[in-house]
T-cell receptor, first 115, second 115 residues
Framework: TQLLEQSPQFLSIQEGENLTVYCNSSSVFSSLQWYRQEPGEGPVLLVTVVTGGEVKKLKRLTFQFGDARKDSSLHITAAQPGDTGLYLCAGAGGLRAGNNRKLIWGLGTSLAVNP | NAGVMQNPRHLVRRRGQEARLRCSPMKGHSHVYWYRQLPEEGLKFMVYLQKENIIDESGMPKERFSAEFPKEGPSILRIQQVVRGDSAAYFC?????????????FGQGTRLTVV
C-alpha cells in the first residue's frame, strides 16, 4: 500500500514569513499533485509535477518533485492570510487508464497565517 | 461554465435510512470520481465511472454502497441502510479524460451525518 506522509501536520505563522511543507513516501509515483482545501469546500488543484527534480512556481508558491519521484515540497514565500488552508498532496501510481485518478492522498498540512 | 455541482451540501439521515448523493460533472466531462474524506483518514478513493460504466470500484465498500453515472443526468452515490460510520464528507471530481495528469475538478462535497 502506498502511503504519503505530510509534515508538519499543523503550522501557524505570521504574515510575511516563509514556510516549507513536505510530502514523503517510500513509493515512487508517476506524478504528484498539490491541492489546497478550505473549510467546507472541495480540494482545488494547485500544481502537478511529473518529472523527477522538477520545480514549478505559482506566484509565491514553489513546488519541487524529488529526483526519485518519492517526495515533494511546497515552499511559500512571504505568506499572506489568504494562504490559510489545508494543503494536500496526492500521488498517482500507475499509467493504466484511470489509475491516475486513483490518487493516494496525504492527510494534509493545516496552515494558518496570522495577520 | 459551472463547476462540479454536488447536492445536497448537507444530508442528515437516521441509521437504517438510505442516502443519495448527486454529482453533476463539469460540462464536457465524461469521467467522474467519488472520494470520501474522514478527519483522521484523509481522502480515500471510492469509485471511478464513465458514462454508463463503472471503471474502477476498488475503493467501494462491498456492501450497501453503489454508484452509477447514467447516460443522462448526474452521477449518484447511493448508501443503503446507513450507519454512524458512514458519516463523512463525500467529494465528487470530474475530468474530460483519464490521461495521465489530466486535471480533475472537485465539487464542494456532501457532508453526510448519520444520527
Amino acid at each position: 500500500t502506498q502511503l504519503l506522509e505530510q509534515s508538519p501536520q499543523f503550522l501557524s505563522i505570521q504574515e510575511g514569513e516563509n514556510l516549507t511543507v513536505y510530502c514523503n513516501s517510500s513509493s515512487v509515483f508517476s506524478s504528484l499533485q498539490w491541492y489546497r482545501q478550505e473549510p467546507g469546500e472541495g480540494p482545488v488543484l494547485l500544481v502537478t509535477v511529473v518529472t523527477g527534480g522538477e520545480v514549478k512556481k505559482l506566484k509565491r508558491l514553489t513546488f519541487q518533485f524529488g529526483d526519485a519521484r518519492k517526495d515533494s515540497s511546497l515552499h511559500i514565500t512571504a505568506a499572506q492570510p489568504g494562504d490559510t488552508g489545508l494543503y494536500l498532496c496526492a500521488g498517482a501510481g500507475g499509467l493504466r487508464a484511470g489509475n491516475n485518478r486513483k490518487l493516494i492522498w496525504g492527510l494534509g498540512t493545516s496552515l494558518a497565517v496570522n495577520p | 461554465n459551472a463547476g462540479v455541482m454536488q447536492n445536497p451540501r448537507h444530508l442528515v439521515r437516521r441509521r437504517g435510512q438510505e442516502a443519495r448523493l448527486r454529482c453533476s460533472p463539469m460540462k464536457g466531462h465524461s469521467h467522474v470520481y467519488w472520494y470520501r474524506q474522514l478527519p483522521e483518514e484523509g481522502l480515500k478513493f471510492m469509485v471511478y465511472l464513465q458514462k454508463e460504466n463503472i471503471i474502477d470500484e476498488s475503493g467501494m465498500p462491498k456492501e450497501r454502497f453503489s454508484a452509477e453515472f447514467p447516460k443522462e443526468g448526474p452521477s449518484i452515490l447511493r448508501i443503503q441502510q446507513v450507519v454512524r460510520g458512514d458519516s463523512a464528507a463525500y467529494f465528487c471530481a470530474s475530468s474530460p479524460a483519464a490521461k495521465s495528469n489530466t486535471e480533475a475538478f472537485f465539487g464542494q462535497g456532501t457532508r453526510l451525518t448519520v444520527v
